[in-house]
């Protein structure tokens, strides 16, 4: 399969090249310049999360209401019609639509089965999913050309502490077992990764559970520190995730410096251990220093929302 490009638009492009059925589909560009984060498209089909992760952002984003609810498919499918229509009305450009930044992309399956068969009317462009679930059963029985699985992996303890409600890890991977074997490109999120006490054992463990279980390797992974806006501070029930923060960034409360960079090493490290190639192998909207200080270039950034 041909590499193909990811679209980038250009700050003065017009407002219709920007945002699809009044903020169906938009551009994701909140992050301040001092954060690597390169901007990518959202598929805001669904709002909310029915599970209850301590340190979900859309606490702060939903203010408090995380009750998931989605819109009308109709409505999805119009603002979709109009980004893939030929033209210069429509996204030219092969992009990657990602389904799960406000909320879990399997939180209504039957509603996400009718949304990647959608994608599956077209040949330029894809969705990417992104899940704490393991309800992948309309995935497997119909395998799809334009649907990337992605999923949020953290250590078991750490998901037993703050990841309530979410599938267990080994079963969110077996999942992403079954999809990868009828096809599917699977990518992770390991992210949050939290210093807890013993830390390098736990998350060394989740790696070999994960390689020893996918019979490919993920195409991606994407790893990523605890990040504390102020809004999700302000609305979030369950602060104990927050003792390790100790500065201010631009995108919130972050754990210090030095052990953001020898978390992101410890973990480079081991993949390498398990033969997984560096070049994919990305951290999630981290700081520019952060970047130079790894000697990881942040214009090479390939993570889980882009192509």
Not at 40 to 59: D, R
Not at 82 to 108: H, V
Not at 139 to 153: A, C
Request: charged fraction near 30%.
């Amino acid at each position: 399969m041909p590499l193909l490009k990811q679209v980038t638009l250009l700050e003065n492009e017009p407002l219709h090249r920007r945002s699809y059925g009044k903020g169906i589909l938009r551009r994701f560009e909140k992050t301040p310049p001092t954060i690597v984060c390169p901007h990518f498209w959202l598929l805001n089909w669904g709002y909310g999360c029915p599970f209850n992760c301590a340190y979900c952002y859309l606490q702060g984003t939903l203010r408090g209401n995380k009750k998931p609810w989605h819109r009308k498919l109709s409505q999805v499918f119009t603002a979709l019609d109009n980004a893939f229509a030929d033209g210069e009305n429509g996204i030219l450009e092969p992009t990657i639509f990602n389904s799960g930044e406000l909320t879990d992309s399997l939180a209504f399956p039957k509603v996400m089965e009718k949304i990647v068969d959608k994608f599956e009317e077209q040949e330029n462009h894809k969705i990417l999913l992104l899940t704490k679930g393991d309800n992948v059963e309309f995935l497997i029985n119909k395998p799809r050309k334009h649907t990337i699985y992605s999923f949020s992996l953290n250590a078991i303890e750490v998901a037993r502490r703050w990841e309530q409600g979410a599938a267990p890890p080994k079963n969110r991977i077996d999942a992403a077992k079954k999809v990868s074997d009828v096809g599917y490109e699977v990518r992770v999120r390991i992210d949050p990764i939290f210093p807890i006490k013993d830390w390098r054992e736990h998350y060394e463990d989740i790696l070999y559970l994960l390689f020893s279980n996918l019979n490919n390797d993920p195409n991606r992974i994407t790893l990523g520190t605890p990040r504390g806006l102020q809004k999700t501070l302000r609305f979030s029930k369950d602060l104990s995730w927050t003792e390790y923060f100790s500065e201010d960034s631009s995108w919130g409360k972050k754990i210090s410096f030095e052990l953001r960079k020898e978390i992101y090493n410890f973990m480079s490290d081991k993949l390498k251990c398990l033969g997984f190639h560096k070049s994919k192998i990305a951290i999630c909207k981290e700081t520019i220093g952060m970047w130079k200080e790894l000697g990881w270039n942040k214009d090479e950034c390939k993570c889980n929302c882009i192509w």
